[in-house]
């Protein structure tokens, strides 16, 4: 990828597939509502880049004094392994998970930061119910990747006391995210029991499913349905009875929320798309990169705006 100096000050989001986002059509909107004098621009890299590729990008970032900084999608870890020395600070979450989804400036020095444990704990806030954990639910995460660290940190929080899960299985379909998940949670003072299983196949997932018990939390963390075709099940697949069922993302195929969907009433299911999940991720970035905080009002006016843009499009896709 080659990258042109910037002639206006210009916000990046680093992602897969970029231009399919509603993120392109919305950032002018909130900017505009905001007050910002920029721009966005994406940055599309394959899934697991080239190290290389991650450190131009970052690098071009850091130089380029228009570049105002960005968020990262699905690269979290792979940027954070190849081109975390470039940065001149990491904040506490970055270091501990070993990923990040905010880069920002401050002084001239370059910051990043994982944004994913404060949004997605907004997002989780947002849709499972108070005192949810009583009924002694697990979670299962399929996808060992970034988001599921940041879930699984999120939801065995000291400050929940005893409203946490039974139990938390992450699952992924090859070993090394599942060896660092392991290592990287096992830095949590947690007392939830944690297990990681290697699923390679999609009927393994189902396995794993079917071992739930019921009102638990159900998450497609693995990008499948938006980064790749697909879901992380089988059509055969049967969700617990009473579940909450969360797919990260809102557009592409969203096979797997369709699989949920369709056992919602008799299974007794909630069904949560990554709408809120993508609201608070891009409000959070924008707070660091542009220096500015959202209250609660500013961000039901961005929702607002963001509804709007989304009834617009109605029946058309959403998309991060
Ligand atoms: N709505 C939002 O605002 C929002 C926010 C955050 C994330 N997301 C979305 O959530 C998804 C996950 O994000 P992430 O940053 O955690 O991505 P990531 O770091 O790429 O992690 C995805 C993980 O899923 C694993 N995987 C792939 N197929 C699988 C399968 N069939 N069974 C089990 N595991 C499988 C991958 O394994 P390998 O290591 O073998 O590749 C990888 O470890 C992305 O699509 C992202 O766009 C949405």
Redesign the pocket.
């Known amino acids: 990828m080659s990258y042109e100096p910037n002639d206006k000050p210009t916000f990046y989001f680093i ?2 597939t970029t231009a399919g986002s509603s993120i392109m059509k919305l950032f002018p909107l909130w900017a505009e509502a905001l007050g910002l004098d920029a721009r966005i621009k994406g940055i599309d890299l394959p ?2 880049a080239d190290p290389q590729a991650y450190r131009e990008a970052v690098s071009f970032i850091k130089n380029d004094p228009l570049a105002l900084g960005a968020l990262v ?6 940027l954070y392994r190849a081109a975390g020395d470039l940065f001149d600070e990491l904040d506490p979450y970055a270091t501990m998970f070993e ?1 990040l ?1 905010s880069i920002y400036k401050k002084g001239g020095r370059l910051l990043g930061a994982a944004k ?1 444990p404060v ?2 704990g907004l ?1 989780m806030e947002a849709f499972i119910p108070e005192r949810f954990w009583s009924r002694g639910g697990e979670a299962l995460v ?9 879930i699984a940190s999120y939801l065995t929080k000291k400050e929940h006391g005893a409203n946490v899960p039974a139990k938390i299985v992450i ?4 070993r ?3 060896d660092s998940a392991r290592r990287l949670l096992g830095k949590l003072d947690a007392k939830t029991e944690f297990e990681y299983r290697l ?4 009927a ?2 189902d396995r794993a499913l079917r071992e739930l018990p019921s009102h638990s939390l159900v998450v ?9 075709p ?3 099940l089988t059509d055969d697949a049967v969700f617990p009875e009473g579940c909450l069922v969360w797919e ?3 557009r592409g195929d969203l096979t797997f929320k369709r699989q949920a969907e369709a056992q919602r009433s008799r299974r007794g299911l909630h069904v949560e ?3 809120v ?6 409000t959070q970035v924008i707070q660091d990169v542009f220096d500015l905080e959202i209250d609660r009002d500013t961000f039901s006016q961005l929702e607002e705006i963001a509804m709007s843009l989304q009834t617009g499009r109605a029946g058309k896709e959403r998309g ?1």
């Open positions: 992602g897969v899934i697991h999608t699905t690269h979290k870890i792979d990923e989804s994913d949004s997605g997002a399929m996808g060992a990747g970034g988001s599921a660290l940041a699952t992924n379909r090859s090394p995210r599942l699923c390679p196949e999609p393994d997932n497609n963390a693995t990008g499948l349905g938006k980064d790749r697909g879901s992380p990260l993302n809102y798309d990554g709408w999940y993508f609201l608070h991720g891009w991060q």
